[in-house]
């Protein structure tokens, strides 16, 4: 049986720090794109794509959950029941592979954790869910290392950039422009995004709409 | 026979865009730290490192190459005339761990490369070094991509985060607060640096010198 990938989505104005160089609708556009890039790793890596949502959903190739309530509410509700192993992971990682999901899901320990960048955590694989609870925001990372400290849970930090790759502000654009394979990389370059070079460091730029 | 690991180093004012955060003595400190967790990395994923140095330093855990020419200039100097595999680290990877060295070096391709973020190359693996050469700066890692399509060679991307954080700026010390093990957190901790934590983003502050 597919383990089930939990995948948080926030469909109406997402990723706000992109404000700068997208409007709302292409932000929900790009946070869509992003999606289903995840969902086709997660897929490639074995799993079944569970969307959790904020608010009103729909796509054909993953399940729907929706709850407006809190990604640490509404996760550890679901946590909390799970009989079988769960992964949980974001929706902004668009350099996502099937390889990089195979790993975290194979793992021998009782956990396997992808750290983002800053200190989040990107994705949790849990052998028994319901031994777990999560905390996000802030320094994630390490309170999740503290809460599986403390229920004696075994924990292997997959070491993955394109997991730890969260797309958040216009300067991690560039990795998308780069590493991208799938329909994030397509949905910037629709909107006219290119690498741009000044002063040695690499940035992105947005030409004409095509 | 260990695969030579050719780290290349700066002794003299290094990381200048830490000058926020360090005075120059300190830069150097941290940077000598940095190289420390690189020669270990290399060590244990079964390489020898090599320093290319671009001003007279020793240390005895490493052979030292003085070469005062540019980056690119040395390294391929060195390439042209290399007859058995050749590993390229740079030495700000304080994150860098055995398992992920050996990744990179038990490739079965004819090369292997970690970008680092930003679009630049933070470590190749060559097999046979004479086919290959750099050109570092820039978005380095699509020009090494290309040069080794250029060259016919078989190129994997090695998907690795400890590998792929290189540290620049000051936002980058966060990461080696969270994930270093080495004497870069140590050398960070003894000058004073620790996580802060405003309007949920994670950062670095620092204290008084201990």
């Known amino acids: 049986m597919a383990i089930d990938a939990v995948i948080p989505f926030k469909p109406k104005n997402p990723k706000t720090r992109l404000s700068c160089v997208m409007e709302q609708e292409e932000r929900e556009a790009f946070a869509r794109a992003m999606l289903s890039d ?5 897929q490639a890596g074995g799993c079944s794509p569970l969307l959790l949502c904020t608010a009103p959903y729909d796509r054909p190739d993953a399940r729907i959950l929706l709850d407006p309530d809190g990604l640490n509410e509404s996760l550890n509700r679901l946590l909390a029941t799970s009989k079988s192993p769960v992964l949980i992971i974001m929706a902004d990682l668009p350099l996502a592979d099937g390889a990089a999901v195979s790993r975290l899901v194979s793992t021998a320990a ?14 949790i694989f849990l052998r028994e869910p319901s031994r777990f609870r999560v905390n996000y925001y802030g320094a994630s990372f390490l309170k999740h290392m503290q809460i599986a400290m403390d229920a004696g849970l075994s924990v292997d930090v997959v070491d993955s950039f394109r997991l730890h ?8 654009l560039v990795e998308v422009l780069i590493h991208g ?12 995004f290119t690498l741009s070079i000044e002063g040695g460091r690499v940035g992105v730029k947005r030409g004409a709409h095509k």
Chains 1, 2 share one sequence.
């Open 165 to 172: 790759t969260d797309v958040d502000e216009k300067e991690d």
């Open 38 to 42: 995840v969902i086709a790793a997660a």
């Open 181 to 192: 394979r799938g329909e994030a990389r397509r949905c910037l370059e629709s909107l006219g």
């Open 110 to 123: 009782d956990m396997a954790v992808v750290p983002g960048r800053g200190g989040g955590t990107n994705a």
